[in-house]
Every structure is written in C-alpha cells, then in structure tokens.
C-alpha cells in the first residue's frame, strides 16, 4: 500500500507551478531590485564624471582668477551634477593650488623659493553619496563617491 501512495504522489504535477513560484519569485524580485540600483549607480558615476569634464571646459575656457569666479564655477558644477536638488548629498569644490618645480606634491599656499617654477591648478572634487535599495535588508551599505579634476592654468 505505501509503494502505490508514493507511486501516485510522484506523478502527481497539480500545484507544482505554484511551488516553483513561490520559490523562483523572490529570487527574480531581488535580482531585478539589484540591477536597477546597480543601473543607478553606475548611471550616477557617469553624471557626476560629466559634470567634471563640463567643469574642466569651463576652466579652460574662462580661468577663474579669483575667489569670485571660483565660486561661480562651484554653483555651476553643482547645477549641472544636481539638476532640482534630486541629490542632497552631492557637494562641489573648486580650489586654486600650486605645485613648486616637478615636485610631486600639490599645495594651497604658493610658499616656493623665489627661484623654483609654479605650476598653478585648479582642482575640482565632486562628491556624492547613495544608498542602494538592498541596504534595507541588510546587505551592503552606502556607496560613495569622488571625482576630482585639475587642470594647469600656468
């Protein structure tokens, strides 16, 4: 009797659809849910690598010589990295720093000698930060970003 029960139960298929749903349904779900923030991510490291090549163009078109001009550059950078302020944590900064000789260090203090040659920069950091869906189940944690430029102005 108990070999004609599971002779019967293996060839029974009612209901074996719903049960490979239910299993195969949230591991599709996720998935979708990690390439769409995979997607957003990647989609937000090229805006803001956008924006610094929109920075440097400016720079090289237009050198901003003093604090004012900086600051101009700064809100149009930001403008352009965060179009309706969709992203809060972005921030943007544009300094003017200085490398003596060939030395491989940068400064924000034109201290060289007298005799050393001054390289001047402008450099210009991007950085975000964004929190991925998958964070609220406890995988993974905020992904941050920072982009940085610097373009020779003498």
Not at 6 to 35: C, D, F, K, N
Not at 74 to 81: E, K
Request: with cysteine; net charge negative.
């Amino acid at each position: 009797m108990a070999a004609t029960l599971l002779s019967q139960l293996r060839h029974q298929t009612r209901g074996s659809v719903v049960i490979e749903t239910a299993i195969v349904a949230p591991v599709l779900l996720l998935l979708s849910l990690g390439t769409f923030d995979a997607g957003r991510m990647v989609a937000r490291q090229s805006e803001l690598q956008s924006a610094a090549a929109e920075a440097e163009a400016i720079v090289q078109a237009a050198v901003p010589t003093d604090s004012d001009a900086r600051t101009e550059l700064r809100n149009a950078v930001l403008a352009s990295a965060n179009p309706n302020n969709s992203h809060p944590s972005t921030t943007v900064t544009v300094a003017e720093i200085y490398r003596c000789t060939t030395g491989a260090d940068f400064v924000t203090v034109n201290d060289c000698t007298d005799a050393a040659q001054v390289s001047t920069y402008i450099k210009i950091t991007l950085t975000d930060t964004y929190t991925p869906q998958w964070t609220s189940f406890g995988v993974g944690g905020p992904v941050n970003y920072s982009v940085v430029r610097m373009v020779q102005i003498s």
